[in-house]
């Protein structure tokens, strides 16, 4: 199999971390026939490959064998912002795949994160649509789902371009990235009424870029005598850190 390496990825304040491990645990309770989650947003600049990264990272901490698909085929910004560097000189992706130039197999790359493999979108391409509803994808996310034990994928933004909703009919579920205290809900509840059409379980929404500072029980996680250890021991240094700055 081939091989690639994160050379960037940020870390996370206790409270982040606390979060993902909740996010991680309550897609564990969706079942076990949910094995391929789409990540998309509402607007472009939600958080949602962040989070999906993230969550990838998690679950192989669990010991899982999990891959993410970057399925953002028209603007991918995942290789740039986390620095991949490939082995071997020859690299493709899912648009490769997906036009017939290789194998699956030539596109599945293991990461420098025991557990955690990564199919990265390739050549950017115009004519996204037309790849992505091709009978090559389906018979894709089917393989991926025998070989690894959850399937992550990253799409672009839903309430943009109708790709993620071409991806949603090929996912079991659905996670919904939303910003703080940006659009409106119905724009939301139009996205999720759109990927539920295509047959897909909407398992729930996540709210990104939350200033702790603005809640009153902020403290809790930082300062009360259960966890302030648990903080102080996992890296915090700051107890009114920002959260993570937001990729899209």
Request: proline fraction near 2%.
């Amino acid at each position: 199999m081939k091989q690639l390496k994160i050379g960037r990825f940020p870390a996370l304040d206790y409270a982040c971390s606390e979060a993902l491990n909740t996010l991680c645990t309550n897609l564990s309770y969706c079942g076990r026939e949910v094995r391929s989650i789409l990540f998309t947003s509402r607007y472009e600049q939600e958080g949602k490959s962040g989070i999906a990264m993230n969550v990838m990272r998690t679950l192989a901490g669990y010991g899982k064998r999990v891959l993410l698909v970057d399925a953002d085929l028209r603007c991918s910004t995942l290789a740039r912002r986390y620095r991949f560097t490939y082995a071997q000189r020859e690299n493709a992706g899912l648009a490769q795949h997906l036009a017939g130039m290789c194998e699956l197999q030539d596109v599945v790359y293991r990461t420098n994160l025991p557990g955690a493999f990564i199919l990265p979108a390739g050549h950017e391409v115009l004519n996204s649509m037309q790849l992505l509803a091709s009978y090559r994808y389906g018979e894709m996310m089917d393989a991926l789902r025998d070989e690894f034990d959850i399937v992550l994928v990253d799409s672009p933004p839903a309430g943009l371009i109708v790709d993620a909703i071409e991806i949603a009919r090929y996912c079991d579920g659905v996670v919904i990235v939303v910003e703080y205290n940006r659009g409106r809900v119905q724009d939301v509840a139009d996205v999720a009424a759109n990927l539920a059409k295509t047959g897909c379980k909407v398992l729930g929404a996540v709210m990104n870029g939350v200033n702790l500072k603005s809640f009153r029980n902020r403290k809790y996680y930082y300062r009360s005598e259960r966890y302030s250890a648990y903080y102080h021991h996992y890296g915090g240094t700051d107890a009114h850190a920002e959260p993570e700055a937001k990729d899209k």
